[in-house]
């Protein structure tokens, strides 16, 4: 895992890039403290941070140039197939590395050898012939990729903040952005929080030729193909053989690994499966001192059955205070879940792991999240579209007031739709922050159109879509939206903070597709992720497969209130003098939430706190 960068000078060749690349890549160094490159010619000026993974050797230096000269690399993953490639390759191989492979199907294949490939990845390849820089970036969009362009110049990098290190890019807010973050705590793809930074999409082939960027996308989760008819038995076999590979190539590594173990079934699933391919997992959580939030004992438990060398970080609020402004500094683009991925990456770290799996994706595919019932009941429920709207909407209004909440506030707002559906529901259910909240914090009467409604839109008019499974629909909505903007965002940026490198075996395209494609009956049922479940047979415990969902969740509600009352005061006082909210608006949410108010919960006043705390630190206007 690695931090790439680089500049393209749109009208003078004679612009010297290597100023401004040094500089970003500079900023990087977190992400690949092993080694640096730069290339410079001409136009364009190419950077690198290496963290070394695969073939420790300095054959793995880039940027990496071909065996003909005309390709320079520079690349950011992992290629978990690269060994048969390269078997498939006639090329003067100099190294053993993924990099090299990478740049030889390049070469061989052209841009056609993106489909052949298996693994998570953000790389730019500059054709010194042709002039063109191509930008791709993985299907499930684990890697990101940011870029900016203006008159002058291109510029592309891992990190957001290593744009704004170039100097070229302003520190500028995107307000539409901001909005976006009140409602969703994230910024949706292809928009940043910085005005002008944009990602190139996952699945996405991206090509700048001249002044002219083209993108392209190879793959799509809307493209799934239903399956054909299976039994139970032969869809849990081919769900267990799936996930048994796509563990296996993600332990394919030359540094000490290990796992994040939770104790929940994503967790345990894949330390279960480590388990049967290597004959020692090293795993680590974090527990807690109120009980209620830890579940340590359900790690514990499964580090035992699995014989893990197993480390167990206990972290108390003194300890969480202590690292919140760290965290919070570390984070390259704002969002509401970073620190809990910061603590335990750092532990892995300081253990001597530099390269760790993650059940992250697990919820997504097999249905794990409370979304996924809701959406099975809100299509029973259709009937409730014969009721006039003012009727439901006078029903919504009166279950608010019977019991004030997050849940009657968002039953209210669906009641209140021209259409219930589970498409036109999904925004409100994943919402943070209502609409007429977002008012009252910002003044403002018109807001711009809600991006996750735009998506479940689009959604309801694609043929291919709507023959997907209602599940599957709900996994999609699920991963173009909180894991791909918050989960995936924060994994790559929390442990990067710390040079590791984290591996997600439930998100392996393969497996993706094989589940989108199976029917609702065989996925969901009153037991928690039944699909996994039963394609693991007996290796997970039952204790495990039968308690209830916690999340990884650290116990802010309490800590809010006590230890971290003053740290969040003061960055919400910063935030109420910031345009463009609403001068006490912000610090009458603070006071609700102190006084109990059930309609504002911790959750939406920590996203309030980590937008304040970041633009600040980052010196954004």
């Not at 900023?27 to 730069?38: C, E, N």
């Not at 965290?327 to 683009?333: G, K, N, S």
Request: glycine share 8%.
């Amino acid at each position: 895992m690695c931090g790439i960068s680089g500049v393209i000078s749109l009208k003078d060749s004679s612009y010297d890039c290597r100023a401004a690349v040094e500089s970003m890549t500079s900023a990087l160094t977190h992400r690949g403290p092993d080694d640096s490159g730069i290339f410079s010619e001409g136009e364009v000026g190419l950077g690198h941070r290496r963290l070394s993974i695969i073939d420790l050797s300095a054959s793995g230096h880039q940027p990496m140039v071909s065996a003909d000269g005309r390709l320079v690399l520079v690349f950011n993953g992992e290629i978990y197939n690269f060994r048969d490639l390269r078997s498939k390759l006639n090329y003067p191989f100099q190294s053993h590395t993924d990099t090299e492979v990478l740049l030889a199907a390049w070469q061989c294949w052209g841009p056609a050898c993106i489909e052949k490939l298996n693994g998570m990845y953000a790389f730019a390849v500059w054709d010194r012939a042709r002039k063109e820089l191509h930008l791709v970036r993985d299907r499930l969009g684990i890697k990101p990729l940011y870029y900016f362009q203006n008159g002058d110049q291109f510029l592309f990098s891992s990190e957001v903040r290593s744009l704004l290190a170039s100097g070229l890019v302003p520190r500028k807010v995107n307000g539409e952005a901001v909005i976006d973050f009140l409602r969703y705590q994230c910024v949706h793809q292809p928009e940043t929080i910085i005005e002008g930074v944009r990602l190139v999409g996952p699945g996405t082939h991206a090509v700048l030729a001249g002044s002219v960027m083209g993108a392209k996308p190879y793959w799509s989760l809307g493209q799934v193909v239903p399956s054909e008819p299976l039994d139970a038995d032969t869809a849990r076999r081919r769900i267990f053989d799936t996930l048994i590979k796509a563990v296996e190539r993600r332990l394919v590594s030359d540094v000490p690994f290990g796992a994040f173990l939770s104790g929940g079934i994503d967790s345990s699933a894949i330390v279960a499966l480590m388990s049967r391919v290597i004959d020692k997992v090293s795993t680590f959580s974090v527990s807690f001192a109120e009980q209620s939030f830890s579940e340590a004992p359900y790690a514990r438990m499964v580090a035992q059955k699995f014989g893990t060398d197993h480390h167990e970080v206990q972290l108390a609020a003194r300890d969480f205070l202590r690292l919140v402004p760290e965290a919070l500094e570390r984070m390259d683009h704002p969002s509401g879940d970073g620190p809990n991925t910061y603590v335990v990456s750092g532990a892995t770290k300081q253990a001597g792991i530099t390269m760790a799996l993650s059940g992250l994706g697990g919820d997504e595919l097999f249905a794990g999240y409370p979304v996924f019932p809701k959406s099975l009941r809100l299509r029973r429920l259709s009937g409730l579209n014969v009721v006039p709207r003012l009727a439901r909407r006078a029903v919504g209004r009166l279950l608010e007031a019977w019991r004030p909440g997050v849940a009657t506030m968002k039953a209210g707002a669906i009641l209140d739709l021209p259409r219930i559906s589970m498409l036109s529901a999904y925004p409100i259910n994943r919402q943070v922050f209502m609409d007429h909240q977002i008012m009252r914090l910002l003044n403002e009467r018109n807001l711009p159109p809600n991006r996750v409604a735009a998506l479940a839109g689009a959604a309801a008019e694609d043929p291919r879509f709507t023959a997907l499974p209602l599940l599957s629909q709900v996994s999609i909505l699920e991963v173009s939206t909180y894991m791909q903007n918050v989960l995936l965002r924060d994994t790559d940026q929390m442990s990067m903070a710390h040079a590791l490198e984290v591996r997600v075996p439930f998100l392996d395209h393969e497996l993706v597709d094989l589940v989108l494609g199976m029917p609702d009956t065989i996925k969901f049922s009153h037991t928690p992720k039944r699909l996994l479940v039963e394609s693991l047979g007996d290796l997970l415990p039952p204790e495990i497969v039968n308690r209830p969902k916690m999340g990884f969740t650290l116990p802010y509600q309490q800590w809010m209130k006590r230890e971290l009352r003053d740290f969040c005061a003061e960055r919400l006082r910063r935030l109420d003098d910031r345009p463009p909210f609403n001068g006490g608006a912000v610090a009458r949410y603070w006071e609700e939430f102190l006084s109990g108010n059930p309609r504002v919960s911790w959750s939406r006043i920590w996203i309030l706190v980590v937008l304040s705390h970041w633009l600040e630190y980052n010196r954004i206007q």
